[in-house]
């Protein structure tokens, strides 16, 4: 069995990972990827609208227990913030979470699978999640961000990227019995390229150096039908 068939048997036991408390690791890398999240938000103008009157909503995308959201909410123009996340009990952490007057509620599914939708977003986004399914997952998944997404609103992605820095942290990790995510492969820009590039215009695309485990961030416009 080679290694890359290895990594899509052994799945993420999510459950046990949300059961358990942050590492070190996870508190670092929540920190370093808010200020980079911040930076794109800020690019789609929604943190700038001086009428309170313009509302507008977010989606995150496998944010159970999303440690964001609160950040999020602080924002007097946001008259929304959910979750989609395939983990049940990451949902229901999430819908525990006090997020002050700002409606909130989390949604249970499949993202491997085409969804329904009852409403759209300003913006949608994700943070470590394309990386743990097989490519023909993840282009399913990809473009399930942009259903959920409105027309010319903002879709940002980021992802796990196999710079030396990665695989040596990685490596570490996993001599020292720390590493959980058997199903996770890095992305390089042109893995994830075509299927971007199809829904919208890329408007950023950067490298979060400061983690141990160097992401690539993606900020999309969902381009008009």
């Not at 069995?1 to 046990?16: A, C, E, L, Y």
């Not at 006090?98 to 986004?125: A, N, R, W």
Request: proline share 3%; aromatic share 16%.
């Amino acid at each position: 069995m080679n290694s890359k068939t290895k990594k899509f048997k052994d799945r993420t036991d999510w459950t046990k990972y949300y059961q358990k408390k942050k590492s070190f690791f996870s508190t670092f890398t929540q920190k370093y990827s808010l200020e980079m999240i911040n930076e794109f938000y800020q690019l789609t103008g929604y943190s700038f609208r001086p009428n309170e009157a313009s509302k507008y909503s977010v989606i995150e995308l496998g944010g159970g227990n999303s440690c964001f959201a609160a950040h999020f909410c602080k924002g007097k123009n946001l008259s929304a913030y959910d979750i989609v996340d395939n983990n049940e009990l990451a949902v229901k952490l999430f819908e525990l979470h006090e997020l002050h007057t700002v409606p909130h509620k989390g949604f249970l599914t499949d993202l491997t699978k085409e969804i329904t939708f009852s409403e759209q977003y300003d913006f949608v986004y994700s943070i470590g999640l394309i990386e743990h399914f097989s490519p023909k997952e993840r282009s399913i998944v990809i473009k399930n961000h942009f259903k959920y997404c409105k027309e010319n609103g903002h879709v940002l992605i980021s992802f796990p990227t196999p710079t030396r820095k990665y695989r040596f942290w990685r490596k570490c990790m996993e001599l020292a019995r720390m590493w959980q995510f058997w199903d996770e492969v890095p992305l390089r820009y042109e893995d994830v390229k075509q299927d971007m590039e199809h829904y919208g215009d890329v408007l950023a695309v950067k490298l979060n150096r400061k983690l141990f485990l160097t992401q690539m961030l993606i900020l999309i416009k969902k381009r008009a039908s």
